[in-house]
């Protein structure tokens, strides 16, 4: 129903930054929650940072104050600013998006996802 490509991971020395951006099939005019989540070795997949249709911002415990989400639905783009990298950030990083009228809880996987991209964060 909804294609989702994510790109812009890589590798970097902890302490450095790298920008993370999604874009959709579908028009973000139709997409209300938007967010990142990641997978990294050996853990489950968890939810990074999400923003809403409105602009509200949530992230988790472990990257505030270092990561910025930001969408901008005329431009039909998602992205994921990470700085201060630390090796634990090291993961594979994917992009979630929800129509209109599904679940905007984030704590519940669901909706679209890309196929992912891999960030390394070495120390």
């Known amino acids: 129903q909804v294609q989702v490509v994510e790109s812009g991971g890589g590798l970097v020395q902890a302490g450095g930054s790298l920008n993370l951006s999604c874009t959709a099939s579908?028009?973000?005019?139709?997409?209300?929650?938007m967010g990142w989540y990641r997978q990294a070795p050996g853990k489950q997949r968890e939810l990074v940072a999400s923003?809403?249709?409105?602009?509200?911002?949530s992230y988790a415990d472990s990257v505030k104050g270092r990561f910025t989400i930001s969408r901008d639905n005329a431009k039909d783009t998602m992205w994921l600013r990470m700085g201060s990298l630390k090796p634990e950030d090291t993961a594979v990083y994917y992009c979630?998006?929800?129509?209109?009228?599904?679940?905007?809880?984030?704590?519940?996987?669901?909706?679209?996802w890309g196929q992912g991209t891999q960030v390394t964060v070495s120390s």
């Open positions: 923003i809403g249709r409105s602009g509200t911002r």
């Open positions: 979630n998006v929800r129509r209109m009228f599904t679940s905007t809880d984030m704590s519940i996987p669901s909706g679209y």
């Open positions: 579908r028009s973000f005019s139709s997409l209300s929650m």
